[in-house]
Structures are given as C-alpha cells and as structure tokens.
C-alpha cells in the first residue's frame, strides 16, 4: 500500500501537482494551492490504492 509507486507514477503526480499550483497562483486564488498538499503527500509516501482480489481457490 504504501512505498509502491511506480517512477511513472510519480511524475505523473509531480506534474498534476504542480498543475493545481500554477493554476492557482495565475488565476489568483491561492487557497486554490493547498489542494496540491495532499498530492505531494501521497508522492512522498508512495501511496497506491489497490482494490482486493478474491484469490481463486
């Protein structure tokens, strides 16, 4: 769950993350900004939400 995101995973969150920002910072809404808090946290800590798999038996 946690510490298994991928490299692409990554950049990919880096760049949504810095998309929230400078969207926020030109149209002037900063509070806009903090919605970038939680994506930088999840890169940070790697996290990827799986969904449970029935194992067959």
Do not use: C, D, N, T
């Amino acid at each position: 769950m946690f510490f298994e995101l991928s490299i692409r995973g990554i950049i990919l969150r880096f760049y949504l993350m810095m998309l929230v920002v400078i969207v926020a910072g030109f149209s002037g809404q900063w509070w806009l900004a903090l919605f970038g808090l939680p994506i930088l946290l999840s890169v940070m800590v790697g996290f990827v939400a799986h969904k449970k798999v029935q194992g067959h038996h």
